[in-house]
């Protein structure tokens, strides 16, 4: 080895370690705790070795409504979320006037507390005795029936969920893609006004592929965010997610650990590497589309 790669590792040698030290070691022992059946973290005892914690999470019915609440909620909020970024960026891009200021109003969200903006959204959605929430009254002025959007039918809580999900990390996509917007060339434009092309045109031919890899990052991102979403759900329901039946896989990891059922740290280990298993196959799966239709400059 010479001496500039000497340097070069020395001067990577704190990242390694701290890397290896909180990601990779602790993403072993987990690995580890998951095969360990009937494990005691006080006595650190287990009376067997296989595969037993993951058929009991893949047969546990609380895992199962965890899975289809987190696949639901990045299926609807992702593509959700991160169109209306794109058109919110558009639009400010597209204005002079007042622009700054509509970026800081977009932004606000982002910096508030995701739990008391939880509080307002139940003010907004849930029925309570004394009123039916500003949301069903408007409801109401339609003609429609109130409906219990905290503590009623499942679609209505799904709903609320995806709708206080896509208004936290709206702000942050429309950060990420005003800047983008603001980085493409100028000269593209001109030159496809001289030519008359249509706006539509130079949206889908020029603006898109431009901005390409940052719409890539933000739906990678994304669906990693929606697939660790845990404090959104308690905001909104509670801590008790499995009697609203609105739990997530990482709320059912932290249950297994922590809540009324806790206590199992094998079967919670089970569960996260299921979770790393599924972020990891659709990440890998967006890397290959994103071959064909991501363009880097």
């Given at each position: 080895m010479d001496k500039k790669n000497f340097k070069a590792w020395l001067y990577l040698l704190p990242a390694i370690l701290?890397?290896?030290l909180f990601l990779v070691y602790p993403l072993i022992d987990v690995f580890i705790y998951s095969f360990e059946e009937g494990y005691n973290f006080a006595s650190q005892t287990?009376?067997?070795?296989?595969?037993?914690?993951?058929?009991?999470v893949l047969h546990d019915t609380y895992f199962l409504q965890a899975v289809k609440n987190t696949f639901l909620l990045v299926i609807i909020t992702v593509p959700v979320s991160t169109g209306l970024a794109l058109l919110i960026s558009v639009g400010l891009?597209?204005?002079?006037?007042l622009r700054e200021l509509y970026q800081t109003i977009y932004f606000l969200p982002y910096v508030t507390n995701t739990l008391a903006v939880g509080l307002v959204f139940m003010i907004?959605?849930?029925?309570t005795e004394y009123t039916d929430g500003l949301v069903n009254l408007?409801?109401?002025?339609f003609g429609g029936e109130s409906v219990d959007f905290i503590d009623g039918p499942y679609w209505a809580k799904m709903f609320?969920?995806?709708f206080y999900t896509v208004w936290v990390v709206l702000p942050f996509k429309i950060l990420i893609l005003t800047s983008a917007l603001a980085s493409v060339n100028q000269d593209y434009y001109k030159a496809a006004k001289v030519d008359g092309t249509s706006r539509l045109r130079i949206f889908t031919r020029i603006t898109l592929p431009m901005i390409s890899p940052m719409i890539f990052y933000l739906v990678i991102t994304g669906f990693i965010g929606a697939f660790k979403a845990y404090s959104d759900a308690v905001a909104l329901f509670g801590t008790d997610l499995n009697a609203a039946g609105m739990n997530t896989i990482v709320g059912y990891v932290y249950d297994m650990l922590y809540g009324d059922s806790g206590g199992y740290p094998s079967?919670?280990?089970?569960?996260?590497?299921?979770l790393f298993a599924i972020v990891l196959t659709i990440t890998c799966i967006n890397l290959l589309v994103s071959k064909k239709h991501v363009h880097y400059s």
């Open positions: 701290f890397l290896g287990y009376y067997g070795v296989g595969p037993y914690n993951y058929s009991y891009s597209s204005i002079k006037p907004l959605f849930q029925k408007f409801i109401n002025w609320v969920l995806c079967y919670a280990s089970a569960a996260a590497i299921i």
